[in-house]
């Protein structure tokens, strides 16, 4: 079992609707979760962070923890056709060392159509 | 320059060739990180560096090397490049106190 598993799409929503982003992982150490954003030809940029279980709202994008179910998900309200990209997540077990360094998804194609 | 660049934008690579992929930072980060990423595997980590002099193996290393002479350099070294090393280079970096990795905009590498 890899430790993290992403749906890689893609995944097709029309404008406007709300968007489910999903993770699933094995390593019951992790406690860092983030959410990087990928567009197409370009390097990841963070998105959203958070820190073991709970939810964390940045605008229209809501990132949630639920470590008991080894489970995070990014949610994004109102979607709009910027918000096409690969979306990443990524955890680590221990912060500030490169020794147990990130470990990624391999992302999910979303296409917001107008 | 401002954040990560990276050097070349994509190049095209004859088998057995010696190759670097060049990457600089100008936020002064302790961390740097080279990664490669593939259709289907996604973002995996070849290198890291927690500070200037010292480097350390990640998922992929083999057939790679990378230096670490100072805190803003972190350039990639295939040896003798083989066509499975075809891939998007990223490179990355850390501040110190930060889980936050900042990623450069890639190299696109073919391996003939």
């Known amino acids: 079992q890899k430790e993290v598993e992403q749906d890689p799409g893609p995944l097709s929503v029309p404008e406007g609707a709300i968007v489910s982003l999903n993770c699933t992982y094995s390593?019951?150490?992790?406690?860092?979760f983030m959410w990087y954003r990928q567009y197409s030809r370009k390097g990841p940029e963070l998105l959203m962070y958070t820190y073991s279980s709970g939810n964390k709202e940045d605008g229209r994008f809501t990132a949630q923890v639920d470590k008991s179910s080894k489970y995070i998900s990014l949610f994004i309200r109102d979607s709009q056709p910027s918000d096409s990209a690969t979306y990443l997540c990524a955890m680590s077990a221990n912060s500030y060392s490169g020794n147990t360094p990130l470990v990624f998804g391999k992302g999910t194609r979303l296409s917001v159509i107008a | 320059i401002a954040g990560i660049t990276q050097a070349p934008t994509s190049q095209i690579l004859a088998a057995g060739r010696r190759m670097t992929l060049r990457c600089t930072q100008d936020?002064?980060?302790?961390?740097m990180y080279w990664y490669r990423q593939d259709l289907g595997l996604g973002l995996r980590l070849i290198h890291y560096?927690?500070?200037?002099?010292?480097?350390g193996k990640g998922e992929v290393p083999d057939g790679y090397s990378v230096s670490r002479a100072n805190t803003d350099d972190f350039p990639l070294t295939l040896a003798s490049a083989v066509p499975s090393q075809t891939s998007v280079y990223f490179c990355?970096?850390?501040?110190?106190?930060?889980?936050?990795?900042?990623f450069g905009p890639g190299t696109r590498l073919t391996v003939l």
């Open positions: 990355a970096s850390r501040a110190t106190g930060t889980d936050t990795q900042y």
């Open positions: 560096s927690n500070t200037a002099g010292t480097t």
């Open positions: 390593n019951s150490a992790f406690q860092y």
């Open positions: 936020m002064r980060h302790n961390a």
